[in-house]
């Protein structure tokens, strides 16, 4: 009998090739999921979108198990357990800042697809498509118990001159505009493995960009980078497959002999 594995998976460049827009999953991907559940091991997204915006692909490949808002956000079988939100007072630091700047902005206050900004400058500017965004005059953060994320309008390289930003996590993935989330996803497993009373050494993490780092940690898992990783998640890796388009899931998987029943 093999051991049962505690298996994480990043979703864009890992699970789902593409690119933002044009986003499927490989064939190779599906098969090896359907074995590996199968095979009776333990199956977790870990994702840097927040819960509600990764909640339908998550059902849509058949997982339970998720790591959202970038390991601050925890769903086990199928329920949303906890999200835990960033610090409030470094985030209305961040905000006032920006508004004494004219820098335009929005925030996160729920688990939703919708962030709230104080006028239509962020639309405007960003003409963004990823999430929607309503507008709530003389829109103040201090008002919310709880903030998860921001969203900062500036081209780069301006967000280095911004204070508030060395003081919170955050990332670039559009050149009109910047996140500020969380980026610990081995926070997140940590967390998960705790309340599954699992051991570190019997997990398995994947991914392949800058905001995976966070799981190429010396935590004990195994750690596996994509083909199309970045060179940094790659020096980082015990084993680096093939592309995500190239059957990079599946042929990690059977390198790592995960198909054997546990």
């Known amino acids: 009998m093999a051991k049962k594995r505690y298996l994480f998976f990043d979703i864009d460049g ?3 090739a593409g690119g933002y827009g044009n986003t499927y999953i490989p ?9 590996l559940r199968e095979a009776g091991h333990f199956l977790c997204i870990a994702t840097g979108r927040a819960q509600a915006m990764a909640v339908s692909f998550m059902k849509d490949l058949g997982f339970e ?17 906890d999200i835990t939100p960033l610090p409030k007072d470094k985030m209305v630091s961040l905000i006032r800042e920006c508004q004494t700047k004219n820098i335009p902005w929005g925030i996160q206050v729920d688990n939703s697809d919708t962030r709230l900004v104080p006028d239509e400058r962020f639309e405007e500017i960003t003409h963004d498509i990823y999430m929607k965004s309503h507008i709530v005059p003389n829109l103040n953060p201090e008002d919310y118990e709880k ?4 969203y900062i309008v500036c081209p780069y390289p301006e967000e280095f001159t911004i ?3 060395k003081n919170l996590p955050w990332c670039r993935f559009f050149k009109e505009y910047l996140y500020v989330e969380p980026a610990d996803k081995a926070f997140g497993i ?3 493995l705790n309340h599954l009373g699992a051991k570190a050494e019997d997990a398995v993490v994947f991914g392949d960009a800058a905001n995976d780092l966070s799981m190429f940690t010396d935590d004990g898992w195994i750690k596996v980078a994509m083909g199309n990783a970045i060179p940094e998640l790659k020096a980082k890796a015990d084993y680096v497959t093939t592309d995500v388009d190239k059957d990079g899931i599946y042929n990690a998987c059977v390198h790592l002999g995960l198909f054997a029943s546990v």
């Open 65 to 81: 198990n998720m790591i959202s808002d970038g390991g601050y956000g925890l769903t086990l079988n199928g329920e949303l357990i």
């Open 14 to 16: 890992t699970l789902a």
């Open 163 to 165: 204070e508030g930003l």
């Open 190 to 192: 940590n967390k998960m």
């Open 27 to 35: 064939e190779s991907t599906k098969l090896a999921l359907q074995k």
């Open 147 to 150: 903030l998860y994320k921001a």
